[in-house]
């Protein structure tokens, strides 16, 4: 299958998400992540790029980078390389670490990048690995993160308005409902779109469909975490509701069993 020339973003940030080959395990123990976060600083240093955000998850790895000095490819070559070497000699293993290309998606817009930020912060929270985001050590919003490795001020220039309190905010704001009754309304098409494409990189129900059923069953779930409804979840997908419910009990009858292998959210 031929591979697609990747969107490149016009402020120059992305959401790049890293994940073990056959979602296998990329860190074991401690001296795995803290080694990944040093060849990120290093690589932050080559490249001269901006980490924004990052979550380390069993077995992938969710970074927000902003690229100011080369592309987005050398950048996660640099990074992949180097780690997955280490990995490899460190564990006696041979052969790819990470799963095909990392993903990577452009940036464009605020409402986005607060979605984004939130979905990567509260990855572990979503998962079941930790209460509160800043409670899971490998979380750029954990107070124990290596020092000077994230730009704070870079991401709070970019998002002004918003405290830090309010960006690890676990639930969507849905838009208030104007009718007497005072109940309020679901996500917008748009707020939907948004997250379908930060969970899964699908922008379209084409693409959407195109995806497969694992990547299907886990962006379904990722929406029922922000309280999507069903209908509005069949809307964006182009399944119907029918259709939806029925992957979602999949998933709600596998979550033990899920929770109970190394994986988690995406």
């Given at each position: 299958?031929?591979?697609h020339a ?25 001296d795995?992540?803290h ?12 490249s001269?790029c901006a980490?924004?955000?990052?979550c ?10 902003r ?18 070497g280490w ?17 990577s998606?452009p940036v ?10 939130r ?5 572990p929270?979503?998962?079941?690995l ?6 899971y ?5 954990a ?6 490795l ?9 998002l002004?308005?918003l ?5 690890v905010m ?12 005072g ?8 707020d ?7 969970t ?38 182009g ?16 979550t033990h069993a899920?929770f109970?292998?190394?994986g988690?959210?995406?």
């Amino acid at each position: 299958m031929p591979r697609h020339a990747r969107r490149l973003a016009g402020t120059g940030v992305y959401h790049v998400m890293v994940r073990g080959v056959n979602r296998d395990a990329i860190f074991l123990d401690d001296d795995d992540h803290h080694v990944f976060l040093d060849v990120l600083g290093t690589v932050k240093t080559l490249s001269r790029c901006a980490v924004l955000a990052y979550c380390l998850m069993p077995n992938h790895a969710h970074l927000m980078l902003r690229t100011d000095g080369e592309p987005i490819g050398p950048t996660m070559k640099r990074l992949g390389v180097r780690y997955a070497g280490w990995f490899n000699r460190k564990h006696d293993r041979v052969g790819h670490l990470f799963q095909d290309r990392f993903r990577s998606r452009p940036v464009d817009d605020d409402p986005y990048l607060v979605t984004l930020v939130r979905y990567i912060w509260n990855n572990p929270v979503q998962a079941g690995l930790a209460v509160e985001p800043s409670d899971y050590p490998w979380n750029s919003c954990a107070p124990g993160r290596p020092l000077g490795l994230v730009d704070d001020s870079d991401l709070e220039g970019m998002l002004p308005s918003l405290t830090r309190g309010e960006l690890v905010m676990a639930q969507w704001e849905p838009v208030e409902d104007t009718r007497p009754t005072g109940r309020r309304a679901g996500h917008s098409a748009d707020d939907v779109a948004r997250l379908l494409e930060v969970t899964c990189g699908a922008r379209t129900p084409t693409e959407f469909q195109r995806l497969d059923r694992t990547e299907q069953s886990r962006a379904i779930a990722g929406l029922r975490t922000w309280s999507v409804a069903y209908s509005a979840i069949a809307a964006a997908t182009g399944l119907s509701r029918t259709s939806v419910q029925r992957i979602q009990a999949r998933v709600t009858a596998g979550t033990h069993a899920r929770f109970g292998r190394v994986g988690g959210s995406e």
